[in-house]
Nanobody, 120 residues
Framework: QVQLVESGGGLVQPGGSLRLSCAAS????????MAWYRQAPGTERELVAH???????NYADSVKGRFTISRDNAKNTVYLQMNTLKPEDTAVYYC??????????????WGQGTHVTVSA
């Protein structure tokens, strides 16, 4: 069984920074894309950023220039460095690995979510 464990959320003032981490554990053979999503109260879950195995990245327009996604393949971990945070970044952030290869084939996994609150 594969588990994704997130950490790094919390309360931060506008203009501040946070770094989220999501580590996968279990019988993992390979992980393709790693992604971060977020969901604010009363809204749909939206893609924040994703990164391929080769390190190619893509960001939502709302976070470009402020957030940076990175990964450590040896640790099966993805990070989201969030700078210049705004109140509208307040949400629950989820990591998502849509294609994790195990001995049972490819499966889709989500983290449990970590709360980020940006407020003065």
């Amino acid at each position: 069984q594969v588990q994704l464990v997130e950490s790094g959320g919390g309360l931060v003032q506008p203009g501040g920074s946070l770094r989220l981490s999501c580590a996968a554990s279990g019988s993992i053979l390979a992980i393709n894309v790693m992604a971060w999503y977020r969901q604010a109260p009363g809204t749909e879950r939206e893609l924040v950023a994703h990164i391929t195995t080769a390190g190619n990245t893509n960001y939502a327009d709302s976070v470009k220039g402020r957030f940076t996604i990175s990964r450590d393949n040896a640790k099966n971990t993805v990070y989201l460095q969030m700078n210049t945070l705004k109140p509208e970044d307040t949400a629950v952030y989820y990591c998502h690995f849509p294609a994790v290869l195990t001995t049972e084939g490819y499966r889709d996994y989500w983290g449990q979510g970590t709360h980020v609150t940006v407020s003065a």
